[in-house]
């Protein structure tokens, strides 16, 4: 799979300090969603092991080996299979402390991979902080995360920052036409949030097709024709993320597209093509109601029951767009 271009400025930055000798031990990547935030670690690690002649050289040995996850100074910490709450133990960084502080075994220093950092439970954090406050010689402790807020202050006043932005739409797609060029991913990318390798890892074929039928399901909430319901039972056991990205597009547009909408709305619409919100719905509502899918989606992983929280959100498009209606 080729490279990620939009990892490469961070990349150069990381360059940069370890040239200047300024590359930290700790070192936090945050990610944006589906951008390659562990792509990019590879890479430091590679520059890290690298025993070539121009660093992270991708070709030697040990560049090969990190590519391939068996180098024996890379270790990842991540929530074991079995772990219920997906969490990163304490042990899990004791182990990989010891581990690789037991020996260098070829010399050039060694690697912790922590992903994602905001799994690591309470205890775990405070393990880890301890080692970040003494790191011992040429540990390197990388970690990775698309929510470092949700990592105690402790953690990040300790470690060097690196940020992936959110790559452009544009470039995103230049990205995946040029992996599978026959697919719809404007579509695709409308139901995964505009992740990339999300959106290549999955069936663009059927992310445009959960994608049509959630916004047209909207619409028919919009319409007060929907079964709100049962639509909200399907979407809370199947696909909901996907669901609650559909709808976060269709939203967003609709508060983007507001402007021209009020001023040139007899242009803009469409016929019966099916071509994104222009429905009867105003900014402001529409601005609730991204703050109701954003609520759904940080409960999502608690015993929060789905159902009817998506069901609760389906209703207040019905009645948005009747006050919208009224107004
Ligand atoms: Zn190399």
């Known amino acids: 799979m080729s490279t990620l271009p939009w990892l490469d400025a961070p990349f150069q930055s990381v360059l940069a300090a370890a040239a200047a000798g300024r590359l930290s031990q700790g070192l936090l990547v945050h990610d944006a969603p589906g951008a390659g935030g562990i792509r990019l670690v590879k890479r430091i690690a590679q520059l890290i092991l690298c025993s070539g002649e121009t660093p992270a050289c991708g070709v030697c040995s040990a560049c090969r080996r990190v590519e391939s996850g068996e180098h024996p100074d890379l270790l990842r910490v991540e929530p074991k299979e079995e772990s ?4 990163i133990t304490v042990d ?4 990989a402390c010891e581990q690789l502080v037991m020996t260098s ?4 220093g060694s690697v912790a991979v922590i992903s994602p950092a ?3 439970n309470h205890n775990a954090a405070n393990a880890l902080l301890k080692t970040l406050e003494e790191p011992r010689p040429r540990l390197h402790i990388l970690l990775v995360t698309t929510r470092p807020s949700s990592l105690p202050a402790t953690i990040l006043s ?4 690196l940020r992936i932005a959110p790559p452009p739409r544009e470039q995103v797609l230049a990205w995946l036409q040029a992996q599978r060029p026959s ?3 404007p579509a695709a990318l409308d139901a995964v949030g505009g992740a990339a390798l999300e959106a290549l890892d999955g069936d663009p074929t059927r992310l445009r097709e959960l994608r049509d039928d ?4 909207l619409q028919e909430a919009l319409k007060g024709s929907l079964d709100v319901v049962r639509t909200a039972d399907a979407w809370s056991k199947e696909a909901l993320r996907l669901r609650l990205n559909c709808i976060e597009t269709y939203l967003t547009r609709r508060v983007l597209q507001g402007p021209e ?3 040139h709305s007899a242009k803009m619409r469409p016929g019966a093509h099916l071509s994104g919100p222009d429905l009867d719905i105003n900014m402001a509502t529409a601005l609730g109601l991204l703050d109701g899918v954003k609520e759904i989606r940080q409960q999502a992983t608690t015993t929060l029951n789905k159902a009817l929280a998506v069901e609760r959100l389906l209703w207040r498009f019905s009645r948005g767009a009747v006050r919208a209606r009224m107004l």
Do not use: F, P
């Not at 219920?84 to 969490?87: A, C, D, I």
């Not at 899990?92 to 182990?95: E, F, G, K, N, S």
């Not at 959630?214 to 399901?217: F, G, I, L, S």
């Open 92 to 95: 899990d960084v004791r182990d």
């Open 118 to 120: 905001d799994a690591l």
């Open 158 to 161: 300790r470690c060097q920052r």
């Open 261 to 263: 909408l009020a001023g």
């Open 105 to 108: 075994y070829e010399g050039r």
């Open 214 to 217: 959630t916004w047209r399901a």
């Open 84 to 87: 219920k709450l997906q969490q």
């Open 183 to 185: 697919a719809d991913w």
